[in-house]
């Protein structure tokens, strides 16, 4: 049976830096992404920003790329009209652009060190564009769930992901069908993060301590945390997740920039803190592996690389 690439799990353990949001510097590149593929759609019709976008955040300091497969699904391409060997073969491209921006970079960097590619593996919610990825208030048969993760997961890590980025979770229904997906994959490690409905209870209302317990159990799943939140909610979340676990933390929060749902715009917030505001705090509470969720940009990365002290 393949076994976990010890290596990978060391440098979990030590502490990475991430990138930040897709989304966020594929509009800043004039793409429009008002859509259910999101992100995704540009696999399909300009895969190369997404290369460009990876480089960056690595030009940034990131040690990890998270690909942009976090909407690519053969279920969404399906409404594109394209069949599941098209859309597995996109998938495997988001892979490739990012193991193509790591070799690009480490060509010019080569005393950058090891950086990973992570497999974006978004939850049902994401599929159904809706915004249930924030509520967790979905049901799916566990066998249904897994029919519907599995060939995008058997895509990413044939095409040779490092590891996979289980993230922006909010149902534990979906947890538990992903962490039996993955005994499918043996040597494969993930994190798990999720989306909460406060510091103690995922979106869908299951408490952490059980949804924590059950994770403790999974060998493969490398570090366990949260992501798409906002920065206040953050070192709370990290506490009591810190006291449930030995497990590294993972965090990649939004900017904290606010949503106008009226004018459909991101304002800054004067009072809000930024990222690397939170930065030690974050890591006192157990944080290994930090990076940014939407609104955030390389620029962001780059403020976290200067002040990331590994612990």
């Known amino acids: 049976m393949p076994q976990i690439d010890h290596s990978i799990a060391a440098r979990v353990a030590a502490g990475l830096i991430l990138d930040g949001a897709m989304a966020t510097e594929l509009e800043a590149r004039g793409c429009d992404l008002s859509d259910e593929l999101w992100s995704a759609k540009v696999l399909i019709e300009n895969p190369e920003l997404i290369y460009q976008v990876h480089h960056d955040y690595f030009a940034a300091g990131a040690q990890v790329a998270i690909t942009a497969s976090y909407q690519a699904t053969p279920q ?12 597995l073969a996109l998938i495997a491209k988001s892979v490739e652009l990012a193991r ?32 249930s990825e924030y509520r967790g208030d979905y049901a799916l048969p ?54 909460l409905r406060d510091s103690e209870h995922l979106s869908d209302g299951t408490p952490l301590s059980e949804v924590v317990t059950f994770l403790n159990g999974c060998d493969q799943a490398l570090a366990v945390g949260i992501n798409c939140i906002a920065l206040d909610k953050v070192t709370a979340a990290l506490q009591t997740l810190s006291s449930l676990t ?43 592996l930090i990076g ?20």
Request: proline share 6%; with cysteine; aromatic share 10%.
């Open 142 to 195: 566990e066998a249904e769930m897994m029919a519907f993760h599995r060939p995008r997961l058997r895509a990413l890590v044939d095409a040779g992901v490092d590891i996979l980025a289980c993230e922006t979770l909010p149902s534990f229904s979906e947890i538990r069908a992903l962490v039996a997906l993955l005994g499918e994959f043996p040597g494969t490690p993930a994190w798990f993060a999720f989306t």
């Open 292 to 311: 940014g969720c939407c609104r955030t940009t390389p620029a962001d990365i780059a403020a976290i690389a200067q002040r990331y002290t590994a612990r």
């Open 76 to 87: 969404g391409f399906a409404k594109r009209g394209l069949d599941e060997q098209a859309s």
């Open 246 to 288: 030995s497990k590294p933390l993972v965090v990649y929060p939004n900017s904290g920039e606010q949503y106008d749902a009226v004018s459909k715009s991101w304002h800054s917030d004067a009072s809000s803190c930024s990222l690397t505001d939170n930065l030690a705090a974050w890591q006192a509470a157990g944080a290994k």
């Open 100 to 131: 193509r921006a790591r070799t690009d970079y480490l060509a010019t960097q080569p005393d950058a060190g090891t950086l990973l590619v992570a497999g974006s593996v978004g939850p049902w919610g994401a599929f159904l564009a809706d915004g």
